[in-house]
């Protein structure tokens, strides 16, 4: 549940990230407010580590893997709360929502797609330092 995302900096592929929001689950309810350092590697990896706020460090690093045409999304990662966490609860809870906002971010890119997909075709061209172009079509 997040309500507020915002990038606060960013420096060649490192942007400093702002995020806002509230977890509730049931009886449990849990507000955040963090700011990250994301590391952008083309094409293939993003990772990400807690600059400041509600955990005593939080690391993670996602990777775009093609396996036989298919794209797939893998993240790896570790939080570690500033409070105590229930043992059988917290985790689960930490699991699935974070699978829950991968969700979201899966159908928000393939919203994106079949919008794309119907609008006109585009080309966009890129150059480099040395002036070497990089033609992208949609």
Same mark, same amino acid.
């Given at each position: 549940?997040?309500?507020?995302?915002?990038?606060?900096?960013?420096?060649?592929?490192?942007?400093?990230?702002?995020?806002?929001?509230?977890?509730?689950?049931?009886?449990?309810?849990? @507000?955040?407010?963090?700011?990250?350092?994301?590391?952008?590697? +083309?094409?293939?990896?993003? /990772?990400?580590?807690?600059?400041?706020?509600?955990?005593?460090?939080?690391?993670? &690093?996602?990777? *775009?893997?093609?396996?036989?045409?298919?794209?797939?999304?893998?993240?790896?990662?570790? =939080?570690?709360? =500033?409070?105590?966490?229930? +043992? *059988?609860?917290?985790?689960? *809870?930490? $699991?699935?929502?974070? /699978? /829950?906002?991968?969700?979201?971010?899966? @159908?928000?890119? *393939?919203?994106?797609?079949?919008? @794309?997909?119907?609008? $006109?075709? &585009?080309?966009?061209?890129?150059?480099?330092?040395?002036?070497? $172009?990089?033609?992208?079509? /949609?």
């Amino acid at each position: 549940n997040l309500q507020t995302s915002g990038i606060e900096r960013r420096t060649d592929n490192v942007l400093t990230v702002r995020q806002t929001g509230k977890v509730s689950r049931g009886l449990f309810s849990f @507000a955040f407010d963090n700011v990250r350092e994301i590391e952008l590697i +083309p094409p293939t990896e993003i /990772r990400s580590r807690l600059v400041s706020g509600d955990f005593k460090a939080s690391v993670f &690093t996602t990777r *775009l893997v093609e396996v036989d045409g298919v794209v797939h999304v893998m993240n790896s990662g570790r =939080n570690t709360p =500033n409070l105590w966490v229930p +043992p *059988l609860l917290g985790p689960a *809870l930490i $699991e699935g929502e974070t /699978r /829950r906002q991968y969700a979201e971010i899966r @159908a928000e890119i *393939l919203r994106r797609a079949a919008s @794309a997909a119907t609008s $006109e075709p &585009t080309e966009r061209i890129a150059s480099d330092d040395h002036g070497n $172009e990089t033609r992208f079509h /949609r």
